[in-house]
């Protein structure tokens, strides 16, 4: 460890610490590992501090022997308010960087060559935009590689499947999922050979030919795209035969599970992801999402942001110790979890989490010729494509009436832009919907969760 330079120079984690450090920390002793993580805190603090001008206001008279707890909590309306104060980098503006998103075949490209792009969903307002710098990037190279595997025999007999990995995800985006893919072909000869984005918009049929064509060795991606191959399989038309069913993104509910398991018999994994954090939990063998807490923290509080030490935790608190360009510290996720630090049978000491539903069920339209299922995040991602939204949500009640809520400068022109593109969608699966603008604003359910797409609720 001792000869692995941390950082490349930038306050970028370097690759081979990375590597190093991922393995070496699940080696190490609970005091080791205590003070290990102390040391990556203080590390994106200090830089913080340092390099954003926001954090330098936040953290005014602020000396190392802090708590985290003694740290202001943030959230992201108010730190995309001061976008070019958050960020380290004083060369980055908002404006370039939505320039840059304008042109969608930049999705997984690097911004003035050192960052990559993403923006979030907005669940509790307008979506964030994320930079990754490298260090990021190598950080979650390194967990995937060391995390995603049951066991070392799995990871070496996907080797020997020459790493052919098919994500099932949406592209263009400017999504996680897609992003990291496509820019990890254009740097790693294994990935640019071994992975291939399966784009969910494509029709079912053109995925089943392609992915019978690309036989992986790992299938991965959104559980409600994953599913519905799945029952492509289980009819007999989908013919793969992967070692590893990788779920992300998306909730994975028991159903979908299920469908998974019967249709390619091997455990689907689960993992917990977020576009501020990359990684933040990966299931064990005995189905529990352990946390990476070598490089992220996760606080999980009530609605009223008072600590929750173990169980029920209304959202939670993020710090990212490996992204040094926009530094997430004490970042609230409206994520609602179950929070574990009662060990586990698998061995790792780590703390795990259960997280609740974030999609709804499939959205049950008529079509010309009977009912036809419509995966709720392909609706959302359409939707999310368009950038003059700040909020949006759409939900289908009876007779095909799709009632979308808007929050944007422009509400006429906006709508018009979401119309066309779900209604072109909609009518290439057979569909005609009455598409209508909502004169309610975006809100949660009766429940208080918000979920951007959804069914109306039976009257
Ligand atoms: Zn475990």
């Not at 490349?8 to 080696?27: C, Q």
């Not at 939505?98 to 490209?109: A, D, I, T, V, Y």
């Not at 595997?149 to 098919?166: G, I, Q, V």
């Not at 070692?243 to 994994?269: D, P």
């Amino acid at each position: 460890m001792k000869n692995a330079p941390i950082t490349n120079g930038d306050g970028e984690i370097s690759a081979l610490y990375a590597s190093k450090m991922v393995p070496a920390y699940t080696a190490m002793d609970e005091s080791a590992r205590a003070a290990y993580r102390r040391k990556q805190l203080l590390r994106i603090v200090r830089y913080a501090k340092t390099h954003s001008p926001l954090f330098a206001d936040l953290y005014a008279g602020l000396d190392d022997d802090f708590k985290l707890s003694d740290l202001p909590m943030t959230a992201k309306a108010g730190l995309m308010e001061r976008f070019e104060d958050w960020v380290t980098d004083r060369t980055v503006t908002l404006d370039g960087v939505q320039e840059f998103m304008k042109n969608l075949s930049n999705n997984g490209k690097l911004f003035l060559g050192k960052y990559l792009v993403f923006r979030t969903s907005g669940s509790t307002g307008a979506p964030a935009v994320i930079l990754y710098d490298k260090g990021m990037i190598h950080v979650t190279d390194a967990i995937s590689w060391e995390r995603s595997y049951p066991t070392l025999l799995d990871r070496n007999n996907f080797f020997m499947r020459r790493c052919k990995s098919a994500a099932v995800c949406a592209d263009p985006g400017f999504n996680l999922g897609s992003g990291m893919l496509i820019y990890g072909k254009s740097v790693n000869i294994f990935k640019r050979f071994g992975s291939r984005l399966f784009d969910i918009f494509d029709p079912i049929p053109e995925l089943v030919a392609g992915l019978n064509r690309f036989q992986p060795a790992m299938f991965g991606g959104y559980p409600s795209a994953m599913t519905t191959l799945a029952k492509e399989q289980l009819a007999g038309r989908l013919h793969i035969s992967p070692l590893l069913v990788i779920s992300c993104g998306e909730y994975l509910s028991a159903n979908m599970k299920e469908t998974l398991e019967a249709a390619f018999g091997r455990r689907t994994i689960n993992t917990y992801l977020c576009t501020e954090s990359g990684a933040v939990a990966n299931e064990c063998p005995f189905g529990h999402m352990h946390i990476h807490d070598d490089w992220i923290v996760m606080e999980p509080v009530d609605s009223e942001n008072r600590p929750v030490a173990r169980g029920r935790a209304d959202k939670w608190l993020l710090t990212t110790m490996c992204n040094f360009i926009q530094p997430i510290i004490r970042y609230e996720v409206t994520d609602r979890i179950v929070y574990h630090d009662e060990g586990c049978p698998c061995g790792r000491t780590t703390p795990w989490v259960e997280v609740e539903g974030r999609t709804s069920d499939a959205l049950r339209f008529r079509g010309e010729n009977g009912e036809v299922e419509i995966i709720p995040s392909l609706i959302y991602i359409l939707l999310d494509n368009i950038s003059e939204a700040r909020l949006f949500q759409a939900i289908l009640h009876d007779e095909n009436k799709l009632e979308i809520r808007l929050v944007a400068n422009d509400r006429e022109r906006t709508f018009e832009k979401a119309k066309a593109s779900i209604g072109e969608y909609l009518a290439k699966n057979g569909i005609r919907a009455h598409i209508y603008l909502s004169d309610v604003p975006p809100g949660p359910d009766k429940s208080g969760k918000f979920i951007h797409v959804r069914n109306a609720p039976k009257a």
